[in-house]
């Protein structure tokens, strides 16, 4: 095997996932997800995703080995994220990895959940400046970070519901299946983002978020019409809502930090608004914006085998044998 070798472990929300990195190329993301068990409660329910990453993570290891063309002996390092995340799902991840271990007597890195997200770009574009900003929104994360050289600093993050967590509380209340981040897209469309003139919250110089207001907004709105609504309407002048604030906010914070190179990831960063309007204003204010393909923004073991790399790499200690699964895992520890 040329290149060392790192299995990377993801279990902090509903997505059970494995990666294998050799080198600085990935070569297995083996995923298997809970999402169809949470669907008919409109949300993740920690106790069924723990579970489901019980009965996934020994078939997805192998699947991810298999692809890989990787024998677990061949496995020079082990990351796991220990946080932030569910704290029954982060258990079972941070206990395989202790078990793989102490089994292979390899070393384990403890890492933290919102850096893998940044980091896995490596993967897809090349090595990473040493300052980066990166804009992260998911179901359970909207935050804005720097990772520098020395370790990762927060921003900015969300005073409530999450950005993906909105477009699934929207999808519902216009009768759009869960989750709402692709069903609000897709019926955005046919719609037009100025129909309807949705607040942006936190005005200021602020790098934080907030969306339970816009949440209220879009309710208010519908419960105030009478007679038919355009849907594709309501979806695009929402969807434009968010994604103007998360794009301003993000630009903002490359602006008074100086960095000039933005990740965005996490599931959100699939909207096809987003990634149009966060382009636009970098090339506009000469940001470089690097968004990873779909597939790694959203949770997934890559990212975490790409953040154990880039560990390894640079002569990082690994955690010590007792690290635990921190559901809070404060920002400024990329591993611990
Ligand atoms: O990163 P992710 O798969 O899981 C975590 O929450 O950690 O993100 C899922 C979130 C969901 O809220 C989903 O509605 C949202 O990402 N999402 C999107 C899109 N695709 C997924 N939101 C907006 N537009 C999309 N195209
Ligand atoms: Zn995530």
Not at 110 to 139: K, R, T, Y
Not at 237 to 249: G, H, I, K, M, T
Request: aromatic letters at 2%; one cysteine or more.
């Amino acid at each position: 095997m040329t290149g060392v070798v790192i299995l990377g472990i993801e279990t902090s929300c509903d997505e059970t996932g494995i990666g294998i990195v050799v080198g600085e190329e990935l070569r297995a993301n083996a995923l298997a997800s809970s999402v169809d068990e949470q669907a008919r409660f409109g949300g993740v329910v920690p106790e069924i995703a723990s579970r489901a990453h019980l009965e996934a993570m020994v078939p997805t290891i192998e699947r991810a080995c298999a692809e890989a063309g990787v024998a677990l002996t061949d496995v020079d390092a082990i990351a796991v994220t220990s946080g932030p995340g569910l704290v029954g799902s982060l258990l079972v991840g941070v206990s395989t990895a202790k078990a793989l271990g102490a089994a292979l007597a390899r070393p384990v890195y403890g890492v933290n959940h919102l850096a893998a997200h940044v980091v896995v770009d490596e993967l897809e574009h090349g090595p990473l400046p040493e300052s980066v900003i990166g804009l992260l929104v998911s179901g359970g994360h909207t935050s804005l970070i720097a990772v520098g050289p020395e370790g990762m600093e927060a921003l900015g993050q969300t005073l409530d519901d999450a950005a993906g967590e909105a477009f699934d509380k929207v999808a519902r209340l216009l009768d759009l299946p869960f989750p709402g981040g692709p069903a609000i897209d897709e019926c955005a469309r046919e719609g037009n983002p100025e129909a309807i003139a949705f607040p942006r919250a936190l005005g200021g110089d602020t790098l934080d978020f907030s969306f339970s207001g816009l949440k209220t907004a879009v309710l208010r709105w519908l419960t105030a019409q009478h007679g038919e609504v355009r849907r594709a309407d309501v979806a695009a002048s929402f969807q434009e809502a968010v994604a103007d604030v998360l794009s301003a906010r993000a630009l903002e914070a490359c602006r008074c930090t100086g960095v000039d190179h933005l990740v965005v990831g996490g599931g959100v960063a699939a909207n096809s608004r987003l990634r149009a309007l966060v382009t636009e204003r970098a090339d506009r204010a000469g940001v470089q914006v690097r968004i990873p393909r779909p597939g790694l923004c959203t949770d997934n073991g890559a990212m975490v085998a790409a953040l154990g790399a880039r560990l390894v790499r640079t002569g990082r200690a690994p955690s010590p044998s007792d690290f635990p699964a921190t559901s809070s895992m404060a920002v400024g520890e990329i591993a611990r």
